[in-house]
């Protein structure tokens, strides 16, 4: 077989030579080649007459400890898309806005604006698992404008919820964790940029809001301030402030149909979140104070304070209660005395910044046809149920059974309309899932991106002992407060593992690991779990006894006290069908759709 024509000059062989060359260059540039679909900020038109732009804002939120960067957005539930407004109040060399899982610099879904030095430039980026920055090759964050105001550097964007690009955040119901860095120098390229080398932060917001109304207020709403007393923030990056307030003097009983925050201004990038609880009925003078809730000098009687009235936290706005239900306050059986409690974040150290936020609760006395009440449902704050050392994952699950929910609620069942999930350090996502028979009928609130930075302190990412359930900080707990009507006796619906069940896996462990030390009642449990030998078999072990093993039910009433039955060894609840997540319009799928429930934070 001839492979050349005997004709064929050298030169002509030269020439196809270095064609061929020249043509395989090209093709491996134009693989290698960054996206040519990013924003060149020079050819960008302002144009802020556009009708489809969403000109309100109504969620913000300050990122940084300075106030120097500010988010804010809107939601198009039609389109399943996010309009973001970033303001930026001083300008250098670009800016970077990202999420990521926990809020991480790697393996991030960025949105960049940078400077080479001479022109400016709007991409949609990702992070690899070192920090370092790489473009998008599908640009999913479309820039809108670009503007210079008086107080900063204004940018509108949007993106979809979903992209389906392996590199882009799924943007979906619960916490977004987001991050922000500043450039401080030009880029000649972005995969210069690596984000571990830039000042970065992290924020955590709720995105996605109930796409309702706000109902109007009745005529004779009156307000009532439960503020912090003109308070010095201490110094500190975290501070927990405790304030005791008394109510009106023979105050009546009223409704509380909306809360919202009230903010001194300047400290919005401080105050992180608020709460208001009221007091024990049964305590009858509670001391007045004003200082720090982790003061160990601090009255007793504050620890009886536990009946959350309000909640709020950075980036969420007024809380509005349906129209035919309110939250009592006052009258013979409410408590006289509330306890405010804020959370200061001041990384920066501020000093002798006074402070005087707090919670504005709208009340009426023309009562609504119900009382709302808050229940209490998961795991029974107990070291019996705990979390083994050195997991990466671990489920633990509490139950209302349908036994306690007959008992406790009317024939007519309850109406759902808000929900506050809450752990400890080691929580990073919460479920409740509404039941029927053996089938999963309905997600009350799904956060699988929980973080306790946006309700207490700091994670701890790597456990090496044994964490137990229980009250402190550094035990662990995961419930959910739902707010509901009508309200009714059933104040908390939880479980835990039944201890002589608990008993047997301690003993069963210990004697698999040749230890036939005696394990009894008179060695506290948390002891216990702290003396197995921790490996992979053990953890199993007390995950299938998790989620075999009887449970003990706290059916319990207003007063404490157990509803009337036999709680103790009840079977867990069997579901056979879980429900399926949905999925976005690029995966081939409906619309999801957003439930009219408020995460009340």
């Not at 882009?168 to 080398?197: C, K």
């Not at 996605?208 to 003109?230: C, F, K």
């Not at 752990?423 to 479920?431: I, K, Q």
């Not at 006796?489 to 210990?510: A, G, T």
Request: glycine fraction near 6%; charge should be negative; charged fraction near 20%.
């Amino acid at each position: 077989m001839r492979i050349f024509n005997r004709n064929l000059r050298l030169q002509d062989v030269t020439i196809m030579y270095f064609t061929a060359l020249a043509a395989l260059m090209v093709i491996l540039v134009a693989s290698y080649q960054a996206p040519t679909n990013i924003v060149d900020m020079s050819s960008l038109k302002s144009d802020s007459s556009d009708p489809n732009l969403p000109l309100m804002m109504p969620f913000r939120v300050p990122l940084d400890p300075r106030g120097e960067l500010q988010l804010a957005w809107n939601i198009s539930y039609a389109d399943q898309e996010v309009y973001m407004e970033l303001r930026v109040a001083e300008l250098r060399h670009g800016v970077v806005l990202g999420m990521s899982d926990r809020g991480e610099l790697t393996n991030a879904d960025l949105v960049v604006l940078w400077d080479s030095g001479t022109k400016s430039y709007f991409g949609d980026a990702w992070s690899d698992s070192e920090g370092h920055v790489t473009l998008d090759s599908h640009q999913d964050y479309e820039l809108l404008e670009a503007k210079q105001k008086p107080d900063g550097f204004y940018l509108l964007f949007k993106r979809p919820f979903s992209t389906c690009d392996p590199k882009d955040y799924l943007i979906e119901e619960g916490t977004v964790h987001i991050i922000y860095g500043f450039l401080d120098q030009p880029l000649a390229s972005l995969e210069q940029l690596n984000l571990s080398r830039i000042h970065t932060g992290v924020q955590r917001v709720l995105m996605l809001r109930p796409n309702t109304p706000s109902p109007n207020l009745p005529p004779d709403v009156q307000t009532l301030d439960v503020l912090a007393p003109n308070v010095i923030i201490p110094n500190q990056e975290t501070t927990y402030w405790c304030f005791i307030q008394k109510l009106p003097e023979n105050m009546p009983k009223n409704h509380i149909v909306m809360y919202e925050s009230v903010i001194t201004p300047g400290n919005e990038a401080i105050v992180h979140h608020i709460e208001v609880f009221e007091c024990s009925p049964d305590i009858r003078d509670v001391p007045e104070y004003s200082g720090s809730c982790d003061d160990k000098m601090k009255p007793r009687k504050l620890n009886f304070c536990r009946h959350v009235l309000a909640a709020w936290a950075m980036g969420a706005e007024a809380f509005y209660y349906p129209t035919d239900a309110g939250l009592p306050m006052g009258g013979p059986e409410s408590s006289r005395f509330l306890r405010l409690e804020v959370h200061y974040h001041n990384p920066l150290l501020i000093s002798d910044r006074r402070d005087a936020s707090g919670i504005r609760l709208h009340y009426t006395s023309s009562l609504r046809r119900y009382d709302a009440g808050i229940m209490e449902l998961g795991l029974v704050y107990t070291p019996v149920m705990a979390i083994p050392p050195k997991e990466h994952t671990f489920y633990l699950s509490g139950y209302c059974t349908s036994k306690c929910t007959r008992t406790a609620l009317p024939s007519g069942g309850i109406y759902i309309f808000a929900s506050q999930l809450h752990t400890h350090l080691a929580g990073r996502g919460v479920r409740t899932v509404l039941v029927r028979g053996d089938k999963e009928l309905e997600v009350v609130q799904e956060d699988q991106h929980f973080s306790t930075h946006y309700q207490t302190i700091r994670v701890l990412r790597n456990m090496v002992n044994v964490l137990p359930g229980g009250f402190g900080i550094m035990e662990e707990m995961c419930v959910n407060y739902i707010h509901y009507y009508p309200r009714t006796q059933l104040e908390l619906c939880k479980s835990h593992v039944d201890p002589e069940y608990l008993q047997k896996y301690f003993n069963f462990i210990n004697r698999f690991h040749g230890n036939d030390q005696c394990v009894c009642t008179e060695v506290s449990v948390t002891e216990q779990y702290s003396q197995l030998h921790w490996d992979t078999f053990t953890a199993e072990v007390l995950d299938s006894l998790y989620n075999t093993a009887p449970i003990s039910m706290h059916c319990n009433q207003s007063t404490s006290q157990l509803f009337p039955g036999d709680w103790e060894k009840q079977p867990i609840p069997v579901v056979t069908a879980v429900l399926e997540k949905p999925r976005y319009p690029c995966e081939g799928g409906a619309l999801p759709t957003i439930r009219a429930l408020t995460p009340a934070v």
